[in-house]
């Protein structure tokens, strides 16, 4: 048996163990996967184009953007990966605003600077060849549509766009900001060779406009007055905020390498997610009561005790799991609840080794101390085998394969902790404080 002492420090520790698990459950929410609090699952198709074809770098280059876009709209744990060679599947639990995920993750956001210059009043009436002759080869005509703040069209004006000057990969930065009268608008920063090109585009173009494209959309069309050498610009369109964040989110995240469709899209509510929580929490208490009545049947006072570690471990797996800022999925749960029942059979174990140490005519004490040790060889080795099982499907696996394999990880580790440390202090401590006998210590057979 455990001295006194050493039994006293084990004490401490677990108290002190425990003490920070609470303050770990207190402090920290939980993650809840998809499947548990709802939102959306996507599954994107990237497509070839004629310059850029779909191939491992593409759809890394695909991956890198989206993530970053995703990342912006703050949701905690997205999930995104590759699907076989040229599709991604992008999950974002817990996401209110669909349409403007849906928005900021397929959109390309190519920005384009097109010189051009105010179309006159007849222009309407030409044809595709005149207006070529008179102003270009790539001369077309669009209209800068101007807005109020409902979106409202207040005015129409005639454009002629000529040639692409400059695109958002010469950028080098995107950020909020404001004009003089407080409207939202876009600053950019060029990079050194876009900042060449919008030098010589601007000194062209005095007293002409230069337009501004979004996804081949005239959102703004100033007219230059000077050169403008610093390689600064404002981009100003009449935007929400809302849409001045989403441009500078898109400005930043780059441009897709490749266009993406959206060929899945499945809205998960949260009544579906928590309807399987509370069926998961009645398996879960239905399975732990069964437990703890097959083990004080069998074990008697032993058995108890072994249910007072096993709540130990139910506090540590959740502080755990808190802490390490883990999701919790479905399978995840399924992980969790079959932990529970190896963290009793290694408590079944230990405890028909101390038998049979009392068979032997053992003390209590040395049947504990020699059952405890006896045991740990088997425990250590049936759940390290688990433990490399689980690190194999958390390697090769995906999605909810990976949040299985992660739970039923810190599951098996925690078990053992609480079968070998929690379950011996306790047993230790009952057999030094009383003097009952064998019958009812264990059940006779």
């Excluded at 990237?46 to 191939?55: G, L």
Aim: proline share 4%; net charge positive; glycine share 8%.
């Amino acid at each position: 048996m455990m001295s006194m002492s050493k039994q006293k420090m084990r004490l401490t520790i677990v108290i002190l163990l425990f003490s920070a698990c609470g303050y770990v459950i207190n402090q920290l929410p939980i993650n809840l996967g998809l499947d548990l609090q709802g939102g959306m699952h996507l599954v994107l198709q990237a497509k070839d184009t004629a310059e850029v074809k779909v191939d491992h770098d593409a759809m890394n280059g695909v991956l890198e953007v989206i993530r970053n876009r995703v990342d912006s709209l703050g949701l905690t744990e997205p999930v995104i990966r590759r699907k076989g060679k040229d599709q991604l599947i992008v999950e974002l639990p817990g996401i209110k605003d669909t349409d403007r995920a849906l928005n900021l993750i397929g959109e390309t956001a190519l920005l384009e600077f097109v010189s051009a210059e105010w179309a006159p009043g007849n222009i309407q009436g030409l044809s595709v060849e005149k207006l070529r002759k008179l102003a270009g080869p790539n001369a077309r005509l669009d209209t800068l549509r101007e807005v109020d703040h409902r979106g409202r069209v207040t005015r129409e004006t005639p454009i002629i766009l000529k040639e692409t000057v400059l695109t958002g990969a010469d950028l080098s930065i995107a950020y909020p900001g404001t004009d003089q009268y407080g409207a939202p608008t876009v600053q950019i920063e060029f990079n050194a060779e876009g900042s060449r090109k919008f030098a010589a585009v601007t000194a062209k173009s005095v007293g002409k406009p230069l337009a501004i494209l979004l996804d081949k959309r005239v959102i703004s069309a100033p007219n230059i007055k000077q050169s403008i050498p610093g390689g600064k610009a404002v981009i100003s369109g009449n935007f929400s905020i809302q849409e001045m964040r989403d441009l500078v989110i898109q400005l930043k995240a780059g441009a897709l390498p490749v266009p993406v469709e959206l060929i899945s899209n499945k809205i998960i509510g949260p009544t579906l997610g928590q309807d399987s929580i509370e069926k998961s929490k009645v398996a879960f208490l239905i399975g732990i009561l069964l437990i703890c009545v097959y083990m004080i049947m069998i074990y008697r006072i032993p058995g108890l005790l072994a249910c007072l570690a096993l709540s130990g471990y139910l506090v540590m797996v959740l502080a755990v799991l808190k802490g390490l800022h883990a999701t919790l999925t479905l399978p995840g749960i399924a992980g969790l609840i079959l932990t529970i029942g190896m963290a009793v059979d290694a408590n079944v174990i230990i405890f028909e080794r101390i038998k049979e140490e009392r068979q032997d005519g053992m003390t209590f004490g040395a049947a504990v101390n020699h059952g405890f040790k006896n045991a740990f060889r088997t425990i250590l080795d049936a759940n390290i085998t688990t433990l490399i099982a689980a690190f194999v499907l958390f390697w090769l696996g995906m999605g909810s394969i990976k949040g299985f394999a992660v739970t039923l990880s810190i599951g098996i580790i925690v078990s053992m902790f609480s079968a070998i440390v929690l379950t011996k202090l306790l047993i230790s401590g009952y057999v030094a404080v009383s003097n009952k006998k064998k019958g009812i210590f264990f059940r006779e057979n």
